[in-house]
């Protein structure tokens, strides 16, 4: 298996999303749920300081989850039924957190459809870090969903994804993004909206062994203003995904790999709920897997910046970001961004990851501001657990001002109890 390092405290999540990217390139089935109780136990931490500089993959590791503490993990599954659980214990700034970091409680019937009460990493789409609608670098949100077996019908095998979630409350409003002082004012006048609904649909399809192709959509609706008043329906936020991925055998064969593959993807607001915030986005990426190698590049970007807005009415100020909410890229839909990525072995069976990421404003947008950012995941495994780490540094560019700095790390230490 190539390089698939994460390292985030107990992070078998986005290992997993991870891992299911890396097979599909490989052409192999995805490793099935260990259907074997386990439970874990670590000791770990994750902090940030500085320009905002996401954790990629990370689970709101650093921004959205900081301190030092305690974690514990399990699961068991029986009879169709599982189980699973993430639980942090963790001190920051003089007080004790706790945090259901992840769960999940699911049924899954012999016929393959599943049903879950779920919280926990969320990628929809086949890019690097999880795809533009909604990805895996911000805290999970509590969802119902629904998932259906693969049924095989005229041109493929379908199957299909609904879900029902909400966010939190109070949804921080990103530092970097450019029209945050018009959220900040609409904000102060109480035109925010606490704890809206999202609901998402996704259709994926498989044309033969090389083709996979998947439309969705995500609505966040609903909520309440500061006084409790319902949301008006103009309030409502939907953005579209279609995504497609295509195996390259030949390709793999020309430099010698065991696989390889590209994908692109468009995400948009459909023209009768538009997002003015949020302009169409494309990305487009290429994936190569040696015998513990692994080479991956991507672009990503809007081709013209948003409209500067005017907030008169309620709405979900925090928008598809994923500063607050995990929802979209981790740099914001207005960044374009320029990613190259590397999994490795490292000694005594380690596996590791280096990120760079060029990340520059809207093309045409007056702020012109740019960005380099870099990650490294290291991880190893133990005869009674696992250890590791990842940090990642971002260095912010504005005209005719000094640089400046972000960092963000999380490090852990578990230990299997069985």
Request: glycine share 14%; net charge neutral; charged share 15%.
């Amino acid at each position: 298996m190539a390089g698939w390092a994460q390292a985030p405290m107990l992070q078998d999540g986005a290992v997993a999303l991870r891992q299911a990217r890396t097979a599909w390139t490989l052409g192999e089935a995805p490793l099935p749920p260990l259907a074997l109780p386990s439970f874990e136990v670590g000791f770990g931490g994750a902090g940030s300081a500085g320009a905002y500089a996401p954790l990629l993959d990370g689970e709101g590791m650093g921004h959205g989850i900081q301190g030092w503490g305690l974690g514990l993990q399990g699961r068991y599954a029986a009879g169709g039924w599982s189980f699973s659980a993430t639980l942090l214990a963790l001190r920051s700034e003089g007080r004790t957190l706790g945090v259901l970091h992840r769960a999940a409680l699911a049924y899954q019937w012999e016929s393959g459809w599943r049903l879950a009460l779920e919280q926990g990493p969320f990628a929809w789409g086949s890019g690097l870090s999880g795809g533009d609608l909604l990805g895996d670098s911000a805290r999970p949100f509590p969802r119902l969903s629904l998932a259906s077996p693969e049924a095989p019908l005229p041109f493929g095998r379908w199957r299909a994804e609904v879900f029902l979630g909400q966010l939190e409350r109070d949804r921080p409003i990103p530092a970097w993004i450019p029209d945050r002082a018009a959220r900040v004012a609409a904000q102060t006048s109480g035109w925010d909206l606490h704890r809206p609904d999202l609901v998402g649909g996704l259709l994926r399809a498989t044309f033969g062994t090389q083709v996979e192709a998947s439309l969705g959509a995500v609505t966040m609706t609903g909520g309440r203003g500061a006084l409790g008043q319902p949301a008006p329906a103009a309030a409502a936020r939907t953005t579209t995904l279609a995504d497609l991925s295509v195996r390259v055998p030949a390709l793999a064969r020309l430099v010698h790999a065991q696989g390889a593959s590209f994908h692109v993807s468009r995400s948009a607001a459909p023209e009768d709920r538009s997002i003015t915030l949020d302009p169409p986005r494309d990305l487009g990426g290429l994936r190569l897997v040696w015998e513990g190698w692994e080479v991956g590049v991507e672009y990503a970007g809007a081709a013209s910046p948003p409209a500067a807005p005017t907030f008169t009415q309620p709405a979900h100020l925090a928008g598809f970001s994923t500063y607050g909410d995990p929802l979209g890229p981790a740099f914001g839909r207005d960044a374009v961004t320029r990613t190259v990525e590397l999994g490795l072995p490292l000694p005594l069976e380690g596996q590791g990851r280096l990120r760079v990421v060029r990340a520059t404003a809207a093309l045409d947008h007056p702020a012109g501001t740019g960005s380099w950012f870099a990650q490294g995941d290291v991880q190893w495994r133990t005869p009674t657990g696992r250890i590791g780490g990842s940090i990642a540094s971002r260095r912010d560019e504005f005209p005719g001002s000094p640089a400046r700095w972000g960092w963000t790390f999380s490090v852990f230490q578990s230990f299997r109890v069985f």
